[in-house]
């Protein structure tokens, strides 16, 4: 049997300059990091509501609660693989992710290649990463955040 999920996650640009920016598990040093209770990187918490969509378990903030002083400026690749785990544990496993970026700003042709990698190793099979930007249109197109399309194809165990 075969399933697809889609994820979807957005967080704004933070006002805190310690805040660090982190897109598919990269560091892009130099820029504005995002808003949220982990280290807000969307593209992960995307990829990992995909997957969670495609099981049938539910999404992110299920189990990983920003009520929840643990996740508190915790890596969202660790949150990936605690997702990863769910459903393995639920008999699943990922054939394949595609995400997109949809940000203005930084460009993320110089880090899609290692953030497809860092992905694709937690999640145990292949992750593409494009980047689209929304064209001034909305608050992404303004610049005031990041947000993240996923889908993930499972399959039976």
């Known amino acids: 049997m075969t399933r697809v999920g889609l994820g979807f996650d957005v967080h704004p640009f933070s006002d805190d300059p310690a805040r660090r920016l982190v897109l598919g598990g990269v560091h892009v040093a ?3 990091g995002l808003a949220g209770h982990s280290d807000a990187d969307v593209v992960a ?3 990992g509501d995909a997957i969670l969509g495609a099981c049938g378990l539910g ?28 459903a393995g544990e639920a008999g ?5 992710v595609d995400c997109t970026v949809v940000l203005e700003a930084p460009k993320l ?14 999640v145990g099979a292949d992750v593409s990463v ?19 399309w996923a889908v993930a194809l499972i399959d039976r165990t």
């Open 30 to 32: 130099g820029e504005r």
């Open 92 to 96: 699943w496993a990922v054939g394949n």
């Open 45 to 47: 918490h995307a990829v």
């Open 59 to 86: 999404d992110l903030g299920e189990h990983f609660p920003d009520t929840d002083p643990t996740w508190s400026g915790a890596d969202s690749l660790a949150i990936l693989a605690g997702v990863v785990r769910l």
């Open 109 to 122: 042709a110089p880090h899609r290649a290692e953030m497809a990698r860092l992905l694709s190793d937690v």
């Open 130 to 148: 494009k980047a689209t930007r929304a064209e001034g249109l909305g608050a992404i197109g303004r610049g005031e955040g990041v947000a993240c």
